[in-house]
Nanobody
Framework: QVQLVESGGGLVQAGGSLRLSCAAS????????MGWYRRAPGKQRELVAS???????NYADSVKGRFTISRDNAKNTVTLQMNSLKPEDTAVYYC????????????WGQGTQVTVSS
């Protein structure tokens, strides 16, 4: 069973930065698109960034220009660099492999909490 473990969250002031990491228990990344999702209080989980096996990236409009997703297939890790954070970025962040707009390939991990204070 593949396990995804997210880390790097924390409390930061608006305008600050955080770097999230996602590690997988096995060699699962290389062939699949990977993504970072977030779930804010009272809202549905949303995909905020994705990266294909060819390192093509895509971002939600709300984070474009501020977040950067990257991957290291050799280390089975996916990273989300978050700059210029805003209070509305407050959420639990998860990684997974999107299969469609509503489904993912793996079980969800516990996520990592990001809290941005104003």
């Amino acid at each position: 069973q593949v396990q995804l473990v997210e880390s790097g969250g924390g409390l930061v002031q608006a305008g600050g930065s955080l770097r999230l990491s996602c590690a997988a228990s096995g060699s699962i990344f290389s062939g699949y698109t990977m993504g970072w999702y977030r779930r804010a209080p009272g809202k549905q989980r949303e995909l905020v960034a994705s990266i294909t096996r060819y390192d093509n990236t895509n971002y939600a409009d709300s984070v474009k220009g501020r977040f950067t997703i990257s991957r290291d297939n050799a280390k089975n890790t996916v990273t989300l660099q978050m700059n210029s954070l805003k209070p509305e970025d407050t959420a639990v962040y998860y990684c997974n492999a999107p299969v469609s707009a509503t489904t993912v390939r793996y079980n969800w991990g516990q996520g990592t909490q990001v809290t941005v204070s104003s």
